[in-house]
C-alpha cells in the first residue's frame, strides 16, 4: 500500500555530515511511525532511529544518539535523517520502514521487541548506501 524511496546517500569523509530523504507515497503518510535501519556487510540489520505518526516522540540507538537527527514533514510525505560528526562505522545501506505502532523497545527471549525491531514495520524502501570513509 506505501511505497517508499529513500535518498540522499554517498561517501563523505569521517566527521562529516550528510542527510538522507525518504519518499512515502499516497495520503496516509500521517498515520504512520517512521523507522531508520541500516545494514553493513556481514552484519545483522541495525535499528538506527524512530519517530512517530505526528513527529512528537523520536528514539535514537545508543551508537547514534546526540549526533544523528531524525524528522518527518507530513505535509511532504517525507521522512529525514541528518546525520552528523559521522564515523567509518556508520557506513552502511540506510533503509527507511513504515509501521503502525510505535511500541517502547525491550529485550527479552534473545532479541529486542517493539520500535528498534525490524519485524514492527510493515514496509521499507530500498535502501541507499552511505560511506564513511578518508
Known amino acids: 500500500q506505501v511505497q517508499l524511496v529513500e535518498s540522499g546517500g554517498g561517501a563523505v569523509q569521517p566527521g562529516g555530515s550528510l542527510r538522507l530523504s525518504c519518499a512515502a507515497s499516497?495520503?496516509?503518510?500521517?498515520?504512520?511511525?517512521m523507522a531508520w535501519f541500516r545494514q553493513a556487510p556481514g552484519k545483522e540489520r541495525q535499528f538506527v532511529s524512530a519517530?512517530?505518526?505526528?513527529?512528537?516522540?523520536?528514539r535514537y540507538a545508543d551508537s547514534v544518539n546526540y549526533r544523528f537527527t531524525i524528522a518527518r514533514d507530513n505535509a511532504k510525505s517525507t521522512v529525514y535523517l541528518h546525520m552528523t560528526s559521522l564515523k567509518p562505522e556508520d557506513t552502511a545501506i540506510y533503509f527507511c520502514?513504515?509501521?503502525?505502532?510505535?511500541?517502547?523497545?525491550?529485550?527479552?527471549?534473545?532479541?529486542?521487541?517493539?520500535?528498534?525491531?525490524?519485524?514492527?514495520?510493515?514496509?521499507w524502501g530500498q535502501g541507499t548506501q552511505v560511506t564513511v570513509s578518508s
Open positions: 520502514a513504515a509501521g503502525s505502532r510505535f511500541r517502547t523497545c525491550a529485550y527479552y527471549d534473545g532479541s529486542w521487541h517493539g520500535l528498534c525491531s525490524s519485524n514492527e514495520y510493515d514496509f
Open positions: 499516497g495520503r496516509t503518510f500521517g498515520t504512520y511511525s
Open positions: 519517530i512517530n505518526d505526528d513527529g512528537a516522540r523520536t
